[in-house]
């Protein structure tokens, strides 16, 4: 099981945690001759492939326009990549789908229904952890009671945070971080 972030959404919906653990690898390099064959453009602050399409494109300290308009820099090799959510984007998707998960126990014909339990996608599985739960659990679930006893341990057991505030805590840093590296290594059967 990979695990690409963590998101922490308080009971009212506003993020107060979030970690990238797998920060997105450069998919692909190809080098261009003058002309350029392909058209790129700025997209949500983003410099993106318009034409051609190929993925979003790694920022780099210069300015792609300004190279592509120089013959003397052709041959010229791009890298192509998976752009990285920004720190807005992230407080969007958090805010997002706590209304989605509210709408869903709302919607339920079950009913005291659990919501959104986990969302499938072609490139991603998105998992909710409820801090009522079966203790019983197996896969991802693991993950997220463990996180949840993180969470209780290092962030609500600290005297200087308050609940529904952001979570401001090395030592949840560092054990987060030890578990998801343990989970990449070995999976859930250590846990």
Do not use: W
Not at 22 to 40: A, Q, S, W
Not at 112 to 125: Q, R, V
Request: aromatic share 12%; with cysteine; proline share 5%.
């Amino acid at each position: 099981m990979v695990i690409y972030g963590v998101y922490i959404v308080s009971k009212s919906g506003g993020l107060i945690y979030n970690y990238d653990h797998n920060i997105p690898r450069v998919e692909t390099e190809k080098t261009f001759g003058y002309p350029l064959d392909i058209k790129l453009q700025y997209e949500n602050k983003k410099v993106v492939v318009a034409f051609g399409q190929r993925d979003g494109i790694n920022e780099d300290s210069r300015d792609v326009f300004e190279l592509i308009e120089k013959k003397e820099n052709f041959p010229l090799s791009l890298k192509f990549g998976r752009a990285r959510a920004t720190t807005n984007e992230k407080i969007v998707l958090a805010s997002m789908f706590y209304p989605l998960f509210a709408l869903a126990c709302q919607l339920s014909p079950v009913p005291k229904a659990s919501g959104i339990e986990s969302l499938m996608a072609d490139t991603f599985k998105l998992s909710c952890f409820q801090t009522l739960t079966d203790p019983n659990m197996q896969g991802p679930e693991v993950v997220l009671k463990r996180i949840y006893e993180l969470y209780s341990d290092y962030a609500l057991k600290n005297p200087f945070y308050s609940l529904e505030m952001p979570i401001r805590c090395e030592l949840f840093d560092t054990s987060l971080h030890t578990l998801l590296e343990l989970v990449d290594k070995s999976g859930t059967a250590n846990l």
